[in-house]
């Protein structure tokens, strides 16, 4: 066994100890070491990207064996990393939403009286984090799922469908960790952090698809491509920026600075695709949520693969 591999195996042994995992990531000044992080992240100094990379491949499993080249100029600029051409495939059948990014799946289920959970036995409400009561009135009954991105992930994400983009709105908010062990411990934890709400239609029903990607410690700083803005959490721009943005189905949509989360809202018509179960991984371009038909969309109102309520 290697010295990096030991090393790895007991910063996991470490991580898996909850209350210091949640003590170390929480409970520190978040928004100073998310800002300090920002600017760290940028130095185009070779020393200091070359030790910062090496210490990031301790903490995670950092996937660069599909990234469109190896040679970054700092740490920020290997976060950001483009895919090379072929490193995924996007699904093309036209009933499915594949998915925006690479994820492990986390809750999800259908959206109830306005409440849907962020863990097992964590609920929240969506008025909460959508903040405008007219998208909540559109997603009631609908499918959320919720796509959690680790630190060594592609952190690019993409369009799920042809779709149109209508509005997003920026929420300022704190930096809370989001892995599970956070989630189980703060409630309304995706209200309180920054995060976008990308409202989108589907350009072959016109119905409501929304994004809602969030930040989280030393991430909060997000690019949309297709509007040329940064959020972060310096940002004192308009909170609401319409949009007319027409994107198809696997087209860049923007990039987070880290890990983090992103939570999909789909139409009560589509539910998880065979596989899609809390745990598991997926890429971005795999099937996500399946449109069903007019015949089988009496089927029951919770979905069968997620346990929400607990």
């Given at each position: 066994m290697?010295?990096?591999?030991?090393?790895?195996m007991s910063l996991?042994?470490?991580?898996?100890?909850?209350?210091l995992n949640?003590l170390?990531?929480?409970?520190?000044?978040r928004?100073?070491?998310?800002?300090?992080m920002?600017?760290?992240s940028?130095?185009?100094?070779?020393l200091?990207r070359?030790a910062?990379?090496?210490?990031?491949?301790?903490?995670?499993?950092?996937?660069?064996?599909?990234?469109?080249?190896?040679r970054f100029?700092?740490l920020?600029d290997?976060?950001t990393r483009?895919?090379r051409?072929g490193?995924?495939t996007?699904d093309a059948d036209?009933q499915?939403?594949?998915s925006?990014?690479?994820?492990i799946?986390?809750?999800g289920?259908?959206?109830?009286?306005?409440?849907?959970?962020?863990?097992?036995?964590?609920?929240?409400?969506?008025q909460?984090?959508?903040?405008?009561?007219?998208?909540?009135a559109r997603?009631?009954?609908?499918?959320y799922?919720?796509?959690r991105?680790?630190?060594g992930?592609y952190?690019r994400?993409?369009?799920?469908?042809?779709?149109q983009?209508?509005?997003?709105t920026?929420?300022s908010g704190?930096?809370?960790?989001?892995?599970?062990?956070?989630?189980?411990?703060?409630?309304?934890?995706?209200?309180?952090?920054?995060?976008?709400?990308?409202?989108t239609?589907?350009a072959a029903?016109?119905?409501a698809?929304?994004?809602v990607?969030?930040?989280?410690i030393?991430?909060?700083?997000?690019r949309?491509?297709?509007a040329d803005?940064?959020?972060h959490?310096?940002y004192r721009?308009?909170?609401?920026i319409?949009?007319?943005?027409?994107?198809?189905?696997?087209e860049q949509?923007g990039?987070?600075?880290h890990?983090?989360?992103?939570?999909?809202?789909?139409?009560?018509?589509?539910?998880?695709?065979?596989?899609?179960?809390?745990?598991a991984?997926?890429?971005?371009?795999?099937a996500?949520l399946?449109e069903?038909?007019a015949a089988?969309?009496?089927?029951?109102h919770?979905?069968?693969?997620?346990?929400?309520?607990?």
């Amino acid at each position: 066994m290697t010295l990096r591999s030991t090393l790895r195996m007991s910063l996991s042994a470490l991580a898996a100890q909850e209350d210091l995992n949640f003590l170390l990531t929480n409970r520190i000044p978040r928004r100073w070491a998310t800002q300090f992080m920002g600017w760290f992240s940028h130095i185009e100094q070779p020393l200091v990207r070359d030790a910062s990379i090496a210490v990031w491949k301790l903490f995670s499993d950092l996937e660069l064996e599909d990234a469109k080249t190896t040679r970054f100029r700092s740490l920020h600029d290997c976060f950001t990393r483009e895919l090379r051409d072929g490193a995924r495939t996007v699904d093309a059948d036209p009933q499915q939403l594949c998915s925006p990014c690479d994820a492990i799946v986390g809750a999800g289920g259908r959206i109830q009286n306005g409440i849907v959970y962020q863990a097992k036995g964590f609920p929240y409400r969506l008025q909460d984090l959508l903040i405008d009561p007219d998208l909540v009135a559109r997603h009631e009954g609908g499918q959320y799922l919720t796509l959690r991105l680790t630190a060594g992930m592609y952190h690019r994400f993409h369009a799920p469908q042809d779709l149109q983009v209508k509005r997003v709105t920026y929420v300022s908010g704190d930096t809370w960790n989001v892995n599970p062990i956070a989630l189980r411990r703060v409630e309304r934890l995706f209200c309180r952090n920054e995060r976008a709400v990308i409202e989108t239609t589907l350009a072959a029903t016109g119905a409501a698809l929304t994004l809602v990607p969030v930040a989280a410690i030393l991430v909060a700083s997000l690019r949309l491509s297709f509007a040329d803005i940064r959020l972060h959490l310096r940002y004192r721009g308009p909170n609401v920026i319409p949009c007319s943005a027409t994107l198809s189905r696997g087209e860049q949509m923007g990039w987070f600075e880290h890990g983090s989360t992103i939570l999909v809202f789909a139409p009560a018509n589509f539910r998880p695709c065979p596989g899609i179960v809390p745990g598991a991984r997926v890429r971005m371009g795999e099937a996500l949520l399946r449109e069903v038909r007019a015949a089988t969309s009496s089927s029951p109102h919770a979905s069968p693969r997620f346990n929400d309520r607990g």
